[in-house]
C-alpha cells in the first residue's frame, strides 16, 4: 500500500497548442491539449487523483451549452503512435497526459484539469482552418455571337478563408483565371453549344466546381441614328437578330422607360426630343438576354475642332523640310467629309516657306489627322505662317469647319550665328584669355569650338569645346597666335572667325655681354654689368647690375617685359687683398760676400721681404742716414748695399746696425732694423 499527500492548490493549467500555426489558412489543424498529472510510474498501484476535461464550440457560441468530454488516464497508458491520448514526459522530467484531435474549421477550445473542488483551465482560439468546399450558388450568362460570358455568384462559408479566385475552363480544356467573378470565353463560333466548367478556391485550397452548357447567338441588336432634327433631336434604327419566333425582342428609352416589345426585327422609334437620352434594346434567347451598346441621344450643332502641333516658331535650314500634324475632332467622332484640298502658305516675307500636298487622314480618337510636310523657300530670316485652305471638314449631322486654325511660324535660316570676343587680341604675355559669345536668333546655339592657330587661314578642325559664353585661355607657347571660333547653330549653318593677334612670350631672355669696373686689380668693389636680350616682348631693363667686394662665382637674374626670367653666372677675380712684411736678420760672415768693400765685411745684414698681391715699387737699406736704393748696387762708405733679388736686400758693415725700408704698389710701406 503506498500513499502520497498532495496540494490541490498546486496544480498547473493545461496547455493548448495548434499545428501549423503561422497567419495562413489551412483545412485542418491538429490541437494537442498538455495536462499536468500526479503520479509516479515506479509505484504501479498509485492513482493519479487528477480529472481530465475539454469542450470544443464554435467561434461565437455559448461556452455552457456545450458540456466537457472527461479523458480516462487508463485509456492513455498503453498507446500506439496514432493514439489520440498519451503519457509522456516534458521538458522538465514531469509526468504529462497529452491528447489530440483535428478541426476543420474555426473554433474554440477549453482545457480544464481537477483535483477535488480545485480547478485549473485553459482557453483558446483556434482560428485559421478551413476545411470546408466554397458554394456556387449560381451562373448568370451573358452570350454574343462570339463570346459567352459567366458571372459566377459564390461563397464561402461565414468563418471561412473567403474566395481566391475563380478559374474558367471551356470543353474540357485547360483552367484559366476569371477575370473577377466573370469568366470570359471569347472568339467562339456563333450559334454553337458549348461546354462551360467554372470553379471557386478559397484561401485555404478548397475548391469547388459547377457546370453548365450555353449557346452563342447571332448576333448583338444594333442602335443606329437614322434621322436629326436640328437643335431637337434624333429617330434611331434598332436592328435585332433574327433568332425565330422564340426569340424575345424588346427596347426602351431612358434607363427608367418600361420595355416594349416588338415582333418586327427594324423598329424606329418615335422623335426623341430630350436631349442626352440613352436608348437599350435587347433579345432573350432562350432565356439569354442580349443587350445592345446604349446609345446616348445628343443635340449636335458643334463643328470640328482642328489644333496644329508641330515645332513652335521651328527655324528650317534653306531647302530642308519639317512636318507639321492638323487634327480635326469631334464630339462623336462622326465625319461626312474629311478631305483637305490644299496646303496654303502665308506670309508677308516671299520665299519664306512652301507646303506640300497634305497627306490622307489617318484616324485618331473622335477624329482625323493630316500630315503637312513644309519646306524652306530661298529667303533666309523670311517668317511664314501656312493653313490648309479650301477643305470642308464636316461632322456626321453637317456641322462643318472651314479649316482657319494657322500653323506655328516658320522662319528660313541659313546664316551661321554671330561670334564676338570678350577682349579682341593683345600684346605680349605668358596667357590670354578672352571671352567669346555666339548668338544666332532663329534657331539658337547647338555648339562652339576653338582652335589656336599661327596662320590666318582657317584651321582645317577645331580641337577644343566650350560652353557659350566661355571663356577661352591661351599659355605656353611663344609667338603671335590667332584664336579661331567656330560656332554652329541649331540648324546646322556654321560661322568661323579669327580674332585679332594674341602676342605670347614664354621664352626666357639671353645673357648678353658681361663687363666689370674696374677691369684691372683692385683692393675695392667691383661692379659688374649684364646685358640682356631678348627677341619677343623686350627686356624688361638693357642690363643689369652688382657689386661685389670679394673674388668668387656669381648669377644675376634677368627678365623680360612678359616676366620670363633667366639666370647669368659669372666670375670677380681682379679684386686683391695686398701685404706686405721684412724679416731682418745678420750674421758674422768674415767677407762672405764678394765684392764687397773689406772695410765693411765683417757683418751681413740680411732683410727677407714677403709680399701678397702687389709688387715691389721701391725701398731702401740705411746705416745711419747712409742708404743704398732698391734696385741699385751701392757704396756709401758707410758700408755696402746689394739687392741680390725682390724679396732679399743685403747690406755689410763692420758693425752696427742697418734698418731696411720697402714700399709695395698697394700696401704703402713697411721698415725693419736688425737691432
Known amino acids: 500500500e503506498v500513499s502520497q499527500m498532495f496540494d490541490p492548490a498546486e496544480l498547473v493549467a ?122 456556387i450558388k449560381g451562373i448568370s450568362p451573358y452570350a454574343t455571337a462570339t463570346e459567352i460570358r459567366l458571372h459566377i455568384n459564390g461563397s464561402d462559408n461565414p468563418n471561412g478563408s473567403g474566395i481566391a479566385k475563380y478559374e474558367c475552363s471551356i470543353d474540357g480544356k485547360s483552367w484559366h483565371d476569371a477575370n473577377g467573378s466573370v469568366c470570359i470565353f471569347s472568339g467562339l463560333e456563333k450559334e454553337t453549344q458549348y461546354k462551360m466548367d467554372v470553379r471557386a478556391i478559397d484561401n485555404a485550397g478548397n475548391t469547388k466546381s459547377a457546370d453548365a452548357t450555353f449557346t452563342t447567338v447571332a448576333v448583338n441588336p444594333v442602335v443606329t441614328f437614322t434621322e436629326k432634327i436640328e437643335g431637337h433631336g434624333k429617330k434611331v434604327t434598332i436592328k435585332y437578330p433574327n433568332l425565330g419566333d422564340a426569340a424575345l425582342y424588346e427596347y426602351k428609352v431612358g434607363a ?41 441621344v445628343m443635340v449636335d450643332t458643334t463643328p470640328p475642332t482642328c489644333t496644329w502641333s508641330g515645332p513652335a516658331k521651328a527655324a528650317i535650314r534653306n531647302g530642308t523640310t519639317t512636318t507639321y500634324t492638323l487634327t480635326c475632332k469631334d464630339n462623336f467622332g462622326l465625319f461626312s467629309d474629311k478631305t483637305i484640298a490644299v496646303a496654303d502658305v502665308e506670309s508677308s516675307n516671299t520665299g519664306a516657306a512652301v507646303a506640300s500636298a497634305v497627306s490622307a487622314p489617318t484616324a485618331v480618337t473622335n477624329g482625323f489627322r493630316w500630315t503637312v510636310t513644309v519646306k524652306a523657300g530661298a529667303t533666309s530670316h523670311a517668317t511664314a505662317q501656312f493653313r490648309l485652305k479650301a477643305g470642308a471638314i464636316a461632322d456626321g449631322f453637317s456641322n462643318k469647319n472651314l479649316v482657319t486654325a494657322y500653323s506655328s511660324a516658320v522662319r528660313n535660316d541659313s546664316t551661321g550665328p554671330t561670334v564676338t570676343f570678350g ?20 534657331s539658337g546655339i547647338a555648339s562652339v569650338k576653338y582652335q589656336w592657330s599661327t596662320s590666318t587661314s582657317t584651321p582645317t578642325s577645331f580641337g577644343g569645346t566650350i560652353a557659350n559664353g566661355g571663356t577661352v585661355t591661351g599659355s605656353g607657347v611663344t609667338g603671335r597666335y590667332y584664336l579661331w571660333i567656330q560656332a554652329t547653330d541649331g540648324l546646322g549653318n556654321v560661322t568661323k572667325v579669327r580674332s585679332n593677334p594674341f602676342y605670347f612670350d614664354n621664352t626666357a631672355p639671353t645673357c648678353g655681354t658681361v663687363t666689370k669696373n674696374p677691369s684691372g686689380n683692385t683692393t675695392g668693389n667691383v661692379t659688374v654689368t649684364v646685358k640682356c636680350s631678348d627677341g619677343h616682348s623686350g627686356c624688361a631693363y638693357s642690363s643689369y647690375s652688382a657689386t661685389h667686394g670679394a673674388n668668387g662665382t656669381y648669377s644675376k637674374t634677368i627678365a623680360d617685359k612678359a616676366g620670363n626670367t633667366r639666370s647669368c653666372s659669372y666670375s670677380v677675380s681682379n679684386h686683391i687683398n695686398p701685404s706686405l712684411s721684412i724679416k731682418a736678420t745678420w750674421r758674422n760672415c768674415g767677407g762672405c760676400q764678394s765684392g764687397v768693400s773689406s772695410s765693411y765685411h765683417q757683418y751681413e745684414y740680411i732683410f727677407t721681404i714677403s709680399m701678397s698681391g702687389q709688387k715691389l715699387k721701391s725701398g731702401k737699406v740705411c746705416y745711419s742716414t747712409h742708404c743704398c736704393t732698391y734696385s741699385t748696387s751701392c757704396k756709401t762708405g758707410y758700408g755696402d748695399g746689394k739687392f741680390s733679388s725682390a724679396s732679399k736686400w743685403y ?19 713697411k721698415s725693419k732694423s736688425t737691432s
Open 651 to 669: 747690406y755689410y758693415r763692420s758693425t752696427g746696425n742697418a734698418t731696411a725700408t720697402a714700399c709695395g704698389s698697394y700696401s704703402g710701406c
Open 256 to 296: 427608367n422607360g418600361t420595355w416594349i416589345k416588338t415582333t418586327s426585327l427594324t423598329q424606329v422609334t418615335s422623335l426623341i426630343t430630350v436631349n442626352n437620352t440613352p436608348v437599350f434594346a435587347r433579345v432573350s434567347y432562350n432565356g439569354v438576354y442580349v443587350v445592345s451598346g446604349t446609345i446616348n
Open 14 to 135: 493545461p496547455t493548448i497548442t495548434a499545428t501549423p500555426g503561422g497567419t495562413d489558412w489551412h483545412k485542418k489543424k491538429t490541437v494537442k491539449m498538455t495536462f499536468p498529472m500526479n503520479r509516479d510510474d515506479s509505484a504501479a498501484s498509485m492513482k493519479n487523483d487528477y480529472i481530465y476535461q475539454y469542450k470544443v464550440f464554435a467561434i461565437g457560441s455559448d461556452a455552457a451549452s456545450v458540456d466537457f468530454k472527461t479523458i480516462s488516464e487508463k485509456e492513455c497508458e498503453v498507446t500506439t503512435a496514432s493514439s489520440a491520448c498519451k503519457i509522456e514526459t516534458d521538458s522538465l522530467g514531469n509526468k504529462v497526459l497529452t491528447y489530440k484531435f483535428e478541426i476543420t474549421d474555426n473554433k474554440n477550445v477549453i482545457a480544464q484539469v481537477s483535483a477535488g473542488t480545485n480547478k485549473k483551465a485553459h482557453a483558446a482560439v483556434i482560428d485559421k482552418v478551413d476545411g470546408i468546399d466554397p458554394e
Open 423 to 442: 577682349t579682341n587680341g593683345g600684346g605680349w604675355a605668358k596667357s590670354r584669355s578672352t571671352k567669346v559669345t555666339a548668338s544666332d536668333t532663329y
